[in-house]
């Protein structure tokens, strides 16, 4: 079981920024494919972001161009930092490992992931 804690989640007006960080108890360098997923009441979690090994990242439509993984080697750390908050970015967001059968894109679905952290509330107001 490799341990996931997410922290940096909040409440910010539409327009705002926030930076999510993942503390990841296992060596970050050798993973896979480690990603951020989203949940809000009643619907699905839904894939984010996604990082590789290699650092090939793979974000959905809705926010290319706002939101950004990156990850650090050294401190086992995942990062999403959100910018141009939307009050649609509102949701519960997980930081994740996903299996290496599965494709590494945005687009995984929750059976393809392996681990999951407790996740962080993100709310957007307009």
């Known amino acids: 079981q490799v341990q996931l804690v997410e922290s940096g989640g909040g409440s910010v007006q539409a327009g705002g920024s926030l930076r999510l960080s993942c503390a990841a108890a296992?060596?970050?360098?050798?993973?896979?494919?480690m990603g951020w997923f989203r949940q809000t009441p009643g619907k699905e979690r839904e894939g984010v972001a996604t990082i590789g090994k290699d650092g090939t990242t793979s974000y959905r439509d809705s926010v290319k161009g706002r939101f950004t993984i990156s990850k650090d080697n050294a401190k086992n750390t995942l990062t999403l930092q959100m910018n141009s908050l939307k009050p649609d970015d509102t949701a519960m967001y997980y930081c994740a490992v996903v299996f290496a059968s599965y494709r590494c894109t945005w687009a995984v679905s929750s059976n393809g992931v392996r681990y999951w952290g407790q996740g962080t509330q993100v709310t957007v107001s307009s």
């Open positions: 296992d060596e970050v360098a050798n993973t896979y494919c």
